[in-house]
């Protein structure tokens, strides 16, 4: 290489530096939802999350996370009643990626505790991935701390579980399945496991419920496990025969728009959906119109 | 096997031996206490009477008891002095009691009638009751089973605690007044150990009187014999006889007790029978009632179950929802430690059989897991007088949500009522009776107050 070209190259990519400084690439915001197709889940939910901006837009260094999948119920993993393991823990070791100083992972279980815990395969996955599993079926203040809820209809206020309010980044896990009382439940409906007030009673206004803790506790990123989707017998399934298989992982910044993304792929409107179309009247996030990335593997 | 030395030698081995197998049941017994050990208590399985309630009795299942027969009839009775977990038990409580009794005016080596409670043991007609009431309703094995009593004591029951204080009572007498006269274990090692292939016996004797410290009063210096059906093998003096009289080995010829041992073989098959005469008229007098009481999932038969059920428990202990109860006496005494579900604030789990991994004798039958989901409980009811739905005009939904069934035992009628103006859609629930299991998780979830849809036993058992 002789001197006048070495001097050109080195001008010219010095005069590209300074530009990609001053007018970075990125300058365009993340989309919303980000929506991977493909077998492999746990690429999958490396995918999904780099679509809406990356881990480290959620998780700063030294944070504390709750990462909150569904573990409601005692069924084997196969069934797809609760979150894939293999996806909760690849979000535990994306949250450690992004330097997290601790990781919480729990939900308040319907079935027996103890056994949906392992029976799910979510304790062993999550602790394996180095996160902190916690039982919280005791309500007590050492666990829960009573807050209101300026805006909410039915709640107006609600006891939440403590991690989740300290936590510098809530990450919400669901599955997404059919539900018998709301249709379905994703990741608004995940959110029911923070609280520790009596979710019995809930049913009884259970959209105005969902969408109201979702108005009192904010998901900073939602990753809905829709890898099979559970179309009947929900939310407690039981049956191979009714899952579809949708090779779908749904990242979001916003809960109610990933929501609104999985109820499409049971062929459903969004606004079909008692608490996503309560939602989007009391402004937790917009159920169409929203900026969307797609991605196959 | 002879001599003084290895007879001493043989008496630590034992204490190694007791002391291995106490903590064999305590970690069998800790371990069982988790639901995902499923574990089933070896001690129990291992039991010959616990395998005569098998039902069916399968060969795999009866050999590990046939194994312990054998011991008996090869070794003796050393089942009760070297592994037997209660027995360890009386004899650390001997550590204690021991010099007190020693003291006792009243203690059973000093009383004339001893050496005849000894050679003929009511534990003999105890195990003939026993024999003849294990199908019937009524339990005897209960209250007389030397395992079942260690988990008792074991699980810290208060039960457990006053058979430990009877226990220690007895101590004040004799050593194992348990073991020789009232446990039916211990007789029918007992029994098989009179004719077993190696004995101890007493060869020769300068009538020092060590031999009232037998634990079992089985010496009998006086006639120069050992009473093979109490002998429990322990060792604990035999070396130091002045005499050196002791020979544990295999017999050489009918002996001088020929006549005697006749006799009293003659009595101990009259007392065997006459225990089974007892427990024979017991049983009949015995029946079952209908409790109406739910069982463990997969029980399907009532009197099957009670005549199995060995009321040790260990369903109670293990159930990870701690929904099975002890049954005391609101069942009739036929029903007494049996066990039973109350639901709330959980319901039988669908994914769960751990009561019927751990049963020991399968009292609570051990089904595939999709059989087991498929087996009634029993069937819940709804009261529409108590169901919000009906009552109050609210959407509820909990019951199906929670319902585990297949395609939910639970469906509603969508009803349209006019509700202050405005027009609802109300979803009244009713049971799909040919779906519903009795797993009573609706039962334990209604948040009506009082609950509005419980599970009871009625109607014919569904399979």
Same mark, same amino acid.
């Not at chain 1, 996030?285 to 119109?289: I, P, R, Y």
């Not at chain 2, 002998?231 to 003096?237: T, V």
């Given at each position: 290489m002789r001197r006048r070209d070495f001097l050109k190259v080195m001008a010219g990519s010095s005069l590209l530096f300074i530009t990609r400084k001053a007018f970075? $690439?990125?300058a365009t915001a993340p989309p919303v939802v980000g929506v991977v197709r493909g077998a492999d889940v746990e690429r999958a939910v490396i995918k999904a999350v780099e679509l809406v901006g990356g881990i480290g837009r959620f998780v700063k260094p030294g944070a504390i996370v709750v990462v909150k999948p569904n573990i409601a119920w005692n069924v084997p993993p196969q069934l797809k009643a609760t979150t894939d393991p293999l996806v909760v823990r690849m979000v535990v070791h994306l949250c450690f990626q992004a330097r997290a100083a601790k990781v919480y992972v729990f939900d308040r279980t319907c079935s027996n505790p103890r056994l949906t815990y392992v029976t799910s395969g979510i304790a062993r996955a999550a602790r394996e991935a180095g996160a902190t599993v916690l039982e919280v079926d005791e309500v007590s203040a050492r666990l829960y701390q009573p807050i209101a809820i300026p805006g909410g209809v039915y709640l107006k206020e609600s006891l939440i579980n403590k991690r989740v309010l300290e936590a510098d980044a809530l990450i919400n896990v669901p599955v997404a399945k059919h539900h018998s009382s709301s249709l379905l439940t994703l990741g608004m409906k995940n959110m029911m496991g923070i609280t520790g007030d009596n979710r019995q009673k809930w049913h009884w206004q259970l959209h105005e419920a969902i969408s109201d803790i979702n108005l009192a506790v904010r998901s900073h990123l939602t990753v809905i496990d829709a890898t099979f989707i559970m179309l009947r017998s929900g939310p407690t399934g039981g049956s191979k025969d009714y899952l579809k298989k949708t090779d779908t992982i749904i990242a979001a910044s916003n809960v109610a728009s990933a929501d609104a993304e999985a109820a499409r792929l049971f062929g459903k409107a969004p606004e079909s959906i008692g608490y996503l179309a309560l939602a989007g009247q009391k402004g937790i996030?917009? $159920?169409?119109?929203y900026s969307r990335e797609e991605a196959a593997l | 096997m002879s001599g003084q030395r290895a007879l001493e030698k043989l008496r630590i081995v034992r204490f190694f031996s007791q002391a291995i197998f106490l903590a064999a049941f305590l970690y069998a017994f800790l371990r069982s206490l =988790?639901? %995902?050990?499923?574990?089933?208590?070896p001690f129990l399985r291992w039991d010959p009477l616990i395998a005569l309630t098998y039902r069916p009795l399968t060969p795999a299942l009866a050999a590990p008891a046939l194994l312990l027969l054998l011991l008996a009839l090869v070794l003796g009775r050393c089942f009760c002095g070297w592994i037997c977990p209660l027995g360890v038990l009386i004899d650390s409580l001997d550590l204690l009691l021991g010099p007190l009794r020693r003291k006792n005016p009243a203690a059973l080596a000093r009383v004339p009638w001893y050496p005849a409670l000894v050679r003929y043991p009511p534990a003999l007609a105890l195990l003939g009751v026993l024999l003849l009431t294990l199908a019937a309703p009524l339990q005897v094995l209960q209250f007389l089973h030397p395992h079942i009593w260690s988990l008792r004591i074991a699980s810290l029951s208060p039960l457990g605690f006053a058979f430990l204080a009877l226990l220690a009572f007895l101590a004040l007498f004799s050593r194992r007044l348990w073991c020789t006269t009232l446990c039916p274990l211990g007789a029918l090692y007992g029994l098989l150990s009179r004719l077993s292939f190696f004995k101890l016996r007493l060869e020769s004797c300068s009538a020092c009187g060590l031999c009232d410290r037998c634990p079992t009063g089985a010496a009998v210096y006086r006639k120069k014999e050992v009473l093979a059906h109490q002998?429990?093998?322990? %060792? =604990?003096?035999e070396h130091r006889c002045p005499a050196q009289g002791f020979r544990y080995s295999f017999p050489s010829g009918g002996g001088p007790a020929a006549a005697e041992s006749r006799r009293s073989f003659f009595l101990h098959g009259a007392q065997l029978a006459g225990g089974a005469l007892l427990g024979g008229v017991l049983g009949r007098l015995w029946s079952s009632t209908g409790t109406g009481l739910l069982r463990p999932p997969g029980v399907v038969s009532e009197t099957r179950f009670l005549e199995q059920c060995l009321r040790c428990l260990q369903c109670v202990r293990s159930c990870p929802t701690g929904i099975i109860k002890a049954t005391g006496l609101e069942g009739g005494w036929s029903s007494l430690f049996t066990p039973h579900l109350s639901f709330g604030p959980e319901g039988c789990e669908y994914n769960c059989q751990v009561c019927q991994q751990v049963c020991p004798n399968h009292a609570i039958p051990l089904q595939r897991l999709r059989e087991k989901q498929l087996t009634a409980i029993g069937i819940a009811r709804l009261s529409q007088e108590h169901c919000v739905v009906y009552r109050d005009g609210i959407n509820c939904l909990v019951y199906e949500e929670f319902c585990p069934v297949l395609d939910k035992a639970i469906a509603f009628s969508p009803l349209r009522v006019r509700q202050g103006g405005q027009t609802l859609l109300l979803n009244q629930p009713r049971v799909i009776d040919s779906r519903c299991i009795g797993c009573g998780i609706c039962e334990a979830k209604c948040p009506a107050d009082p609950v509005a849809i419980r599970v009871s036993k009625t109607g014919p058992q569904r399979g």
């Open positions: 970075p $690439l990125t996030g917009a $159920l169409s119109g | =988790d639901p %995902f050990a499923a574990l089933e208590n002998c429990i093998l322990c %060792f =604990d003096y």
